[in-house]
């Protein structure tokens, strides 16, 4: 009979749109919670999403957790870490922490906190939100300070806009849009995460963080 702790896994996320594995990772629940969330994931795995829909293949299951965690080293070492230009996969580590039996101090709370601020909710929680708005009427007052807000973002300051498959840069917003033939305000929305980006174009300095380039 196997123990509490036999029953890690290794885990794949696949791209729908290329059938390609982009990202490998562990878990130790008894429900796949960590690889059905997207709680955590780094911004490289959060850009690809916003592109495309994906899968979760469950690659190896039940066992001790160091098993597990040298068998998920072995995969990204073997798929290849592509903010290393070793391969396609958005791990941004060569796998093997997991988080088994991890202790969260109040600090690293914060950083997660404040990490989360800004993306990408779940469909399940969009649709959520949607059923708890029915019926629900936005007074006239609402909806003004909504527009003066938008029309804030849209006369801030230009931000540099680069292409993660070529490097593509544009100081703007517009320029980039103009290029697509597609309207600012629509990219803006795209690349704010408020709808799927069907480009494959972000923000400069979202891209600086994870070092692709």
Request: proline share 1%; aromatic share 10%; with cysteine.
């Amino acid at each position: 009979m196997k123990s509490k702790e036999d029953r890690s896994y290794v885990y794949a996320h696949i791209r729908l749109d290329t059938n390609q594995i982009f990202y490998i990772g562990i878990g130790s629940d008894k429900f796949y919670r960590r690889a059905n969330t997207d709680w955590n994931r780094n911004l490289y795995w959060r850009r690809i999403v916003g592109f495309t829909d994906y899968k979760v293949k469950i690659l190896f299951d039940k066992l001790p957790f160091e098993k597990a965690a040298k068998k998920e080293i072995k995969l990204i070492k073997l798929i290849g870490r592509r903010d290393l230009h070793q391969g396609v996969l958005c791990n941004l580590t060569d796998g093997g922490e997991g988080v088994l039996n991890r202790i969260v101090t109040e600090e690293t709370k914060k950083k997660i906190s404040k990490f989360q601020k800004g993306r990408k909710k779940s469909p399940e929680s969009i649709e959520k939100q949607k059923a708890s708005r029915i019926g629900f009427k936005m007074s006239t007052e609402a909806k003004l300070k909504i527009s003066i807000s938008k029309k804030g973002q849209q006369s801030g300051k230009q931000k540099p806009v680069i292409c993660i498959i070529t490097g593509l840069e544009f100081e703007s917003i517009l320029k980039c849009a103009e290029h697509l033939k597609i309207h600012k305000s629509y990219l803006a929305e795209m690349l704010r995460g408020d709808i799927k980006n069907k480009t494959t174009f972000i923000y400069k300095k979202d891209i600086i963080k994870i070092k692709l380039f």
